[in-house]
């Protein structure tokens, strides 16, 4: 039998409808409309169907047009002016340097953002219930409106199921205040902003802190509040440099219990807070606990972003309540959340090797590029990380790019210089398991990225701050410098190893011992591989019938190049060779 695939045509339209588009797409100006014919692949020619009846009131109307074309907004759209904000992946570099968008950013950048399926997307601010417009949940709704009904349909799950078991009630008590007054929780504000924030800012110190007095003063406080209130204490005192407060993890807890609240226990809670909470909960299990769980976390901080909307700009949506603004810092906020949760998410799985959640489509705008901003520069760091290629080709290509684009990353605080790192060496590890090696340019960039990443480690330990990368920078750094076995990586193989020795010094903790002792035994390794091959020299390099002190022999001429290069072992991912033109390594048959 012959199958059918579909064909993209096109038709014009003369007349395009006043909605959100180009301003230089005025009355008049031809549009192309792409739109799908079905093509019999056995036989060629084009199948004939019936045409399909237009309604004439679809729902599926992009924000600030109207189903008259009058251009007037309809009460559930939101009234926007100028274009649409189109989704821009964040630069790493901010120059010429080679980038690549995120996958689902790459195909809402493509397309036409101004079409009903890019506008198919509902928001109820009041609940932080988002759905897409062709979903089970909004469908009753959507025929409401094009019946004109007086009462249309709210954003429900109707029928979802058929209801036959109670819901088991779950609720949750405030205990904040009975465990910590406002005054001893302000030294564990100030650590947290002091120190995490300007790396990971996604939280208005002075809104916060209002909030917190209200907090504390009312009577009926914020259960959900209350979960990034213990985020931030708890981060706070896991970063202050002392011993943690007494309660530390009791509010850990507590927030856990308040959050698996919004994704185990009907209603099932969602809301802004809860993202913020939920990154708040990421940081601190990836720097306290294993990586299934801070990765586990992190996909469901990822879900529920997308729950509430925050992939999204808010003119995307058709919103099902009037007169809901945000206003710009707000907007900057809730753009910072969701790429903080974004970028956590990449790094935890390319660290992992676990999968991060792909959203469908990305339409939230890139932070600005500001040399003074370190969250921005985070983002870039998790931007450039590259995708999962299946062809072994094209994921030398990717990470090759990748590696540039990480490396153009100016980063102005030393923990996000450890992240740099980390991306780097991802990216190397990467490489290294298709048998494939950096150019030598990026080799010596390597290099020099660990270097400064040594120092820096060196310094935090001293403080006594537990980034999570304090121990695995250069654990990590000491395998790839072993991997990478040239004169310069052993030349600072004896730093690493002494900034790993320094880890242990500060923090005195299984794992950091763990950690040094793996990585002296994969050194004392190395040296005994390098003693054999010493041994194989000594062996093979004279025939036993002839003694080099017999005769007297002109070597002058045999070593005219300065650079001796010894054989290389082509399964060790280093010896393959290069191609001049592209810079990217051969592949194995």
């Not at 588009?21 to 060629?44: I, M």
């Not at 004109?148 to 036959?164: D, M």
């Not at 009907?266 to 801070?294: C, D, E, K, M, N």
Request: some cysteine; proline content about 6%.
């Amino acid at each position: 039998m012959a199958s059918i695939s579909p064909r993209s045509t096109t038709e014009t339209q003369s007349s395009p409808p006043q909605h959100l588009s180009d301003p230089a797409h005025s009355a008049g100006t031809t549009r192309l409309r792409v739109r799908f014919a079905w093509v019999c692949e056995g036989y060629g020619y084009d199948c004939a169907y019936a045409p399909r009846r237009k309604k004439a009131g679809s729902f599926l109307v992009p924000v600030g047009e109207s189903k008259d074309g009058t251009g007037e907004t309809s009460s559930h759209h939101v009234p926007t002016k100028g274009p649409p904000l189109k989704p821009v992946a964040p630069n790493p570099a901010g120059n010429g340097h080679h980038h690549r968008i995120h996958e689902s950013q790459e195909r809402i950048a493509d397309s036409d953002s101004s079409t009903p399926a890019r506008m198919a997307m509902v928001l109820e601010p009041t609940k932080n219930r988002f759905t897409c417009a062709h979903s089970a949940m909004a469908f009753p709704r959507s025929i409401g409106l094009e019946l004109h009904s007086e009462n249309v349909p709210r954003l429900h799950s109707f029928a979802w199921n058929c209801g036959t078991r109670a819901e088991l009630a779950h609720t949750m008590e405030s205990k904040l205040s009975v465990w910590m007054a406002l005054e001893d929780a302000q030294q564990f504000f100030n650590t947290y902003f002091e120190v995490i924030d300007p790396s990971y800012g996604f939280i208005r110190k002075d809104s916060f802190l209002q909030r917190c007095t209200e907090h504390w003063n009312s009577s009926k406080p914020d259960i959900e509040f209350e979960a990034v209130i213990c985020g931030v204490i708890g981060l706070g005192s896991l970063f202050s440099g002392s011993g943690p407060c007494r309660c530390e993890i009791e509010l850990v807890d507590h927030a856990r219990l308040i959050l698996d609240m919004g994704v185990s226990h009907p209603p099932g809670l969602r809301s802004f807070t809860q993202v913020v909470a939920w990154i708040l909960r990421v940081l601190y299990l990836r720097a306290t606990t294993r990586p299934h769980l801070s990765w586990l976390a992190s996909c469901q901080t990822m879900h529920l972003a997308e729950a509430v909307g925050l992939h999204q700009e808010m003119n995307a949506f058709q919103l099902t309540s009037k007169n809901v603004t945000f206003c710009p810092e707000e907007l900057d906020i809730r753009r910072r959340t969701f790429w903080v949760a974004w970028s956590l998410n990449r790094l935890l799985a390319a660290e992992y090797g676990r999968s991060p959640v792909d959203l469908r489509s990305i339409g939230c705008q890139s932070l600005a590029q500001n040399t003074s901003d370190c969250t921005s520069q985070f983002v870039a760091l998790a931007s450039s990380l590259p995708e999962y290629c299946v062809s072994p080709t094209q994921e030398v290509k990717s990470s090759i790019l990748a590696f540039d684009d990480a490396t153009a990353v100016e980063c102005e605080s030393a923990p996000l210089r450890l992240v740099k790192a980390d991306v780097c060496i991802s990216i190397f590890r990467r490489l290294r398991i298709v048998n494939a090696r950096l150019q030598p340019q990026q080799v010596v960039e390597l290099i020099s990225i660990i270097r400064t990443a040594l120092a820096d480690t060196r310094t935090l330990a001293t403080s006594k701050r537990p980034w999570w990368n304090i121990a695995s920078t250069p654990f990590q750094s000491i395998c790839v410098l072993i991997s990478i076995n040239s004169r310069q990586s052993l030349e600072l193989l004896r730093e690493a190893l002494e900034t790993l020795e320094s880890v242990v010094n500060s923090f005195d903790t299984h794992l950091a011992k763990e950690a040094l002792t793996t990585a002296r035994m994969l050194v004392a390794r190395l040296r005994e591989e390098k003693a054999e091959e010493i041994a194989l020299l000594g062996q093979n390099t004279w025939s036993q019938s002839w003694n080099p002190d017999d005769a007297q022999i002109d070597l002058s001429g045999l070593f005219e190049d300065p650079i001796f290069k010894w054989p290389v072992d082509y399964g060790s991912g280093w010896g393959a060779p290069v191609f001049p033109d592209q810079g990217l390594s051969a592949l194995p048959p």
